[in-house]
């Protein structure tokens, strides 16, 4: 029913080269929004489909969007990402990495793991740069928006957003809260239900996985403000690299920092940068050094996450300072000299703290010189010189050095990208009847298979801007604590409290995301995945709205 409509689609998708943050983006951008309009239903109503901006993008990049009316206000989501990694792993490979049939080919002379062999060997998985993710997913979803297009007694709306930047800031989908809004007012929507098609990874026990939610990312920054000294006076100064290994120490991999859920637990924390801010090599203790990390969520709040950190934060100092002291005494009875007392008193402050200082200080002049280095800080991130967390840390840094800080001291700070987390359990609005029995009907009958629900899916996903569970507590804290906030990274949180729908990813099964043997499952591109939609979909406009 499907495959002769996804297919071609699938593989014009597969073949346009969409690598993330770069103007390759606009390309397929161009394929998507050319496929919706070659459709009957958009050539009469070429009003109803289009592309929203991303504003101050170095790319140009969009949002295209697509909304077939049928009758009434019942609407429901069907969102995607367009952009993918980028094709330098292949290598030599390069050449076929979007373009499966040859990649096939090409692989089978490689060196492969017993299961990818399997795979290849077996004929029923296809194989490149984006076919799980997701541009299967895609394809799916746009052939299905087609499919409803053809009913002109549809009860219901289908509403796709096809988004950039999903692998990177999810600016699209950040942006896509704004079009949500912008039609839901404008066509008067009521949104029952959000789908996203990301592939799931594994199945359990012979069952496929579908989800319920998504897990919350935030990233914090820690800036740690030592004493400057030479490497042969090392009691005279403070090293700022000891106290930021020390925090590592406490956070990185601590299972007790998991977030539980009905006995799922997230990955604990895992730390992807540490390094001291030196420019050059001396012989010198360093003045400061900063990291920051990936925290996942499933119910944690950006308080209660502030608070550990000051608290471990704490910790790590008087843990350092005993150590300094110990390893000072200890010298000093080696060397034969009396030992004097360590007058260090470090601090614990959160960005929001020194910010208030400066701006206590001399508020018109701090904001002054502040705003005009977040210009430079927002001109190099437009222009990819820098990352947003060195951003975040380069105005830590201007805040410190305004208020002539003092080491040893470390500032807890939060950087973008922050992805709340979601499930439909949090979510206030309910539908009336379950997910999973309706995907199970359809599965269990038609493909002997069972789907199992999961709360979270745990790839990450835009997912996280379809509805708003928080408090207006944590959009506060939010906001106090990242450096540059409106201007180097926002959240429309005003718009996105507005939105409460329930979610669902059901996607096709995908193996190896991001690696050279990236694969999906051809059966649940070209069948099964489009008719358990296909049915959700058609669910939702039977029944009435939320109970």
């Given at each position: 029913?499907?495959?002769?409509?996804?297919?071609?689609?699938?593989?014009?998708?597969?073949?346009?080269?969409?690598?993330?943050?770069?103007?390759?983006?606009?390309?397929?951008?161009?394929?998507?929004?050319?496929?919706?309009?070659?459709?009957?239903?958009?050539?009469?109503?070429?009003?109803?489909?289009?592309?929203?901006?991303?504003?101050?993008d170095s790319h140009n990049r969009s949002v295209v969007w697509s909304l077939v009316k049928?009758?009434?206000?019942?609407?429901?989501?069907?969102?995607?990402?367009?952009?993918?990694?980028?094709?330098?792993?292949?290598?030599?490979?390069?050449?076929?990495?979007?373009?499966?049939?040859?990649?096939?080919?090409?692989?089978?002379?490689?060196?492969?793991?017993?299961?990818?062999?399997?795979?290849?060997?077996?004929?029923?998985?296809?194989?490149?740069?984006?076919?799980?993710?997701?541009?299967?997913?895609?394809?799916?979803?746009?052939?299905?928006?087609?499919?409803?297009?053809?009913?002109?007694?549809?009860?219901?709306?289908?509403?796709?957003?096809?988004?950039?930047?999903?692998?990177?800031?999810?600016?699209?989908?950040?942006?896509?809260?704004?079009?949500?809004?912008?039609?839901?007012?404008?066509?008067?929507?009521?949104?029952?239900?959000?789908?996203?098609?990301?592939?799931?990874?594994?199945?359990?026990?012979?069952?496929?996985?579908?989800?319920?939610?998504?897990?919350?990312?935030?990233?914090?920054?820690?800036?740690?403000?030592?004493?400057?000294?030479?490497?042969?006076?090392?009691?005279?100064?403070?090293?700022?690299?000891?106290?930021?290994?020390?925090?590592?120490?406490?956070?990185?991999?601590?299972?007790?920092?998991?977030?539980?859920?009905?006995?799922?637990?997230?990955?604990?924390?895992?730390?992807?940068?540490?390094?001291?801010?030196?420019k050059a090599y001396d012989a010198s203790i360093p003045e400061a050094a900063t990291g920051?990390?990936?925290?996942?969520?499933?119910?944690?709040?950006?308080?209660?996450?502030?608070?550990?950190?000051?608290?471990?934060?704490?910790?790590?100092?008087?843990?350092?300072?005993?150590?300094?002291?110990?390893?000072?005494?200890?010298?000093?009875?080696?060397?034969?000299?009396?030992?004097?007392?360590?007058?260090?008193?470090?601090?614990?402050?959160?960005?929001?703290?020194?910010?208030?200082?400066?701006?206590?200080?001399?508020?018109?002049?701090?904001?002054?010189?502040?705003?005009?280095?977040?210009?430079e800080i927002t001109e190099a991130l437009g222009k990819n010189i820098v990352t947003l967390?060195?951003?975040?840390?380069?105005?830590?840094?201007?805040?410190?050095?305004?208020?002539?800080?003092?080491?040893?001291?470390?500032?807890?700070?939060?950087?973008?990208?922050?992805?709340?987390?979601?499930?439909?359990?949090?979510?206030?609005?309910?539908?009336?009847?379950?997910?999973?029995?309706?995907?199970?009907?359809?599965?269990?009958?038609?493909?002997?298979?069972?789907?199992?629900?999961?709360?979270?899916?745990?790839?990450?996903?835009?997912?996280?801007?379809?509805?708003?569970?928080?408090?207006?507590?944590?959009?506060?804290?939010?906001?106090?604590?990242?450096?540059?906030?409106?201007?180097?990274?926002?959240?429309?949180?005003?718009?996105?409290?507005?939105?409460?729908?329930?979610?669902?990813?059901?996607?096709?099964?995908?193996?190896?995301?991001?690696?050279?043997?990236?694969?999906?499952?051809?059966?649940?591109?070209?069948?099964?995945?489009?008719?358990?939609?296909?049915?959700?979909?058609?669910?939702?406009?039977?029944?009435?709205?939320?109970?």
């Open positions: 029913m499907f495959e002769e409509r996804i297919r071609p689609l699938f593989l014009r998708l597969l073949a346009t080269q969409s690598d993330t943050n770069t103007q390759r983006e606009t390309y397929i951008e161009e394929q998507i929004l050319s496929w919706i309009k070659e459709q009957p239903y958009f050539q009469e109503n070429s009003h109803l489909c289009g592309t929203y901006p991303l504003e101050d049928g009758k009434g206000s019942k609407t429901v989501i069907l969102i995607h990402h367009h952009d993918a990694i980028d094709i330098e792993e292949y290598g030599k490979l390069k050449a076929v990495a979007l373009r499966p049939d040859e990649l096939q080919v090409a692989l089978k002379e490689r060196r492969l793991s017993p299961q990818v062999k399997k795979d290849l060997e077996s004929g029923e998985w296809t194989f490149g740069r984006g076919s799980a993710d997701m541009k299967a997913g895609a394809a799916i979803q746009l052939v299905l928006s087609a499919v409803f297009s053809e009913d002109r007694d549809l009860d219901g709306n289908i509403l796709i957003l096809s988004v950039p930047d999903e692998e990177t800031l999810s600016k699209g989908m950040l942006k896509g809260v704004s079009l949500l809004t912008s039609l839901r007012e404008e066509h008067q929507l009521e949104y029952l239900l959000a789908i996203n098609s990301e592939p799931y990874f594994n199945q359990t026990k012979g069952k496929a996985i579908f989800y319920e939610g998504s897990v919350g990312k935030i990233m914090p920054v820690l800036y740690v403000k030592g004493v400057k000294s030479h490497i042969g006076e090392p009691f005279n100064g403070f090293n700022p690299s000891l106290v930021l290994a020390d925090l590592q120490k406490k956070t990185e991999l601590n299972v007790e920092l998991c977030d539980v859920h009905h006995g799922v637990a997230t990955p604990p924390p895992v730390w992807v940068n540490l390094k001291d801010r030196k920051y990390f990936n925290w996942l969520t499933f119910t944690r709040s950006p308080k209660e996450i502030m608070d550990k950190l000051v608290s471990l934060s704490k910790r790590t100092v008087r843990d350092t300072l005993i150590h300094f002291q110990d390893a000072y005494e200890n010298y000093c009875n080696l060397t034969g000299v009396e030992a004097e007392e360590i007058s260090i008193e470090p601090k614990v402050y959160t960005f929001e703290m020194i910010f208030n200082m400066a701006m206590n200080k001399n508020q018109d002049l701090f904001m002054e010189g502040y705003g005009c280095f977040l210009e967390p060195e951003g975040t840390t380069r105005l830590i840094e201007y805040v410190t050095e305004w208020i002539d800080l003092e080491g040893p001291a470390i500032i807890v700070a939060l950087s973008g990208p922050y992805y709340p987390h979601i499930n439909n359990q949090f979510i206030s609005t309910k539908l009336p009847f379950a997910i999973e029995e309706v995907i199970n009907s359809i599965s269990e009958e038609k493909y002997n298979l069972t789907f199992e629900s999961h709360g979270f899916f745990m790839g990450i996903s835009d997912l996280s801007y379809t509805s708003w569970i928080g408090k207006n507590e944590d959009m506060d804290i939010i906001k106090a604590n990242s450096p540059g906030w409106d201007f180097i990274y926002h959240i429309p949180f005003k718009e996105l409290s507005t939105l409460q729908m329930p979610v669902v990813n059901i996607g096709p099964w995908g193996k190896d995301l991001h690696k050279i043997t990236e694969r999906v499952f051809t059966k649940d591109v070209y069948e099964r995945i489009p008719t358990i939609i296909k049915a959700l979909i058609e669910k939702c406009f039977e029944k009435a709205l939320y109970i």
